[in-house]
């Protein structure tokens, strides 16, 4: 089945130390996206590559970074995690182009900082 | 400018009773709408959108909403709860069209079931 999948599911990282979370896609979406999710809060969106093009929110910190090599990768990076960087992140991608295109999200992964 | 608002954040029915959670939305242009559901510790699953076709959307496990333009209402609603619907519902709206950063997300609603 076509569909979005995060590697690790739970990782756990040392304050400071650098970490990347990855997400891959069968679904040949043209948008990519990373949402930090802190526990009972909505989604919020970090960042999002349409296409090739990098689109960072207003309020994304420098500390967090993404790539996306191709198609179906996209991996997000954290330079330097501090405590307040533990949450579930999100990915999602859609097709941008078909009119009410939804979001199609990936499990998660569940990041610690310790 | 775009925004959702779920007017309860926690819902408790008893199972096999119906099922309300509320969303009003204000959007500048024609709003795409959606419905997510998660369980813990997983992703957003979509149930049901309304991409400005039949007004009542009927999604997967028995959900259906209403898209109700004069009073800017999106509720979602089921005839029958089920223990495995507990979870957390968000109410989702996008530009027409979705576009790639348009989504906004309330605030979310946790929904209990009674056994």
């Known amino acids: 089945d076509a569909m979005v999948i995060q590697n690790p599911r739970y990782q756990v990282t040392q304050f400071g130390k650098p970490v990347t979370l990855s997400c891959s896609q069968t679904l040949n979406h043209n948008v990519m996206y990373w949402y930090q999710q802190k526990s009972s809060q909505a989604p919020k969106l970090l960042f999002h590559y349409y296409d090739k093009d990098f689109n960072n929110e207003a309020d994304t910190p420098d500390n967090f970074q993404s790539r996306r090599p191709n198609t179906s990768f996209c991996f997000l990076d954290i330079r330097s995690p501090g405590l307040g960087d533990a949450a579930m992140y999100l990915c999602?991608?859609?097709?941008?182009?078909?009119?009410?295109?939804?979001?199609?999200f990936g499990p998660g992964t569940r990041l610690t900082v310790t | 400018a775009q925004s959702v608002t779920q007017l309860d954040s926690h819902v408790s029915v008893s199972e096999g009773t119906p099922v309300l959670l509320r969303c009003n939305y204000s959007?500048?242009?024609?709003?795409?709408l959606f419905w997510y559901v998660q369980h813990p510790n997983k992703g957003l699953q979509l149930l049901l959108k309304y991409t400005s076709a039949a007004t009542l959307v009927k999604g997967i496990n028995g959900f259906e909403a209403e898209f109700k333009k004069s009073e800017t209402s999106f509720h979602l609603t089921k005839p029958s709860a089920h223990m495995s619907d507990a979870a957390e519902y968000f109410c989702v709206v996008s530009q027409t069209g979705g576009g790639a950063d348009g989504l906004t997300f309330g605030k979310g609603t946790h929904l209990i079931i009674q056994p």
């Open positions: 959007s500048s242009y024609s709003p795409s």
């Open positions: 999602a991608t859609s097709f941008l182009g078909l009119a009410g295109s939804e979001q199609y």
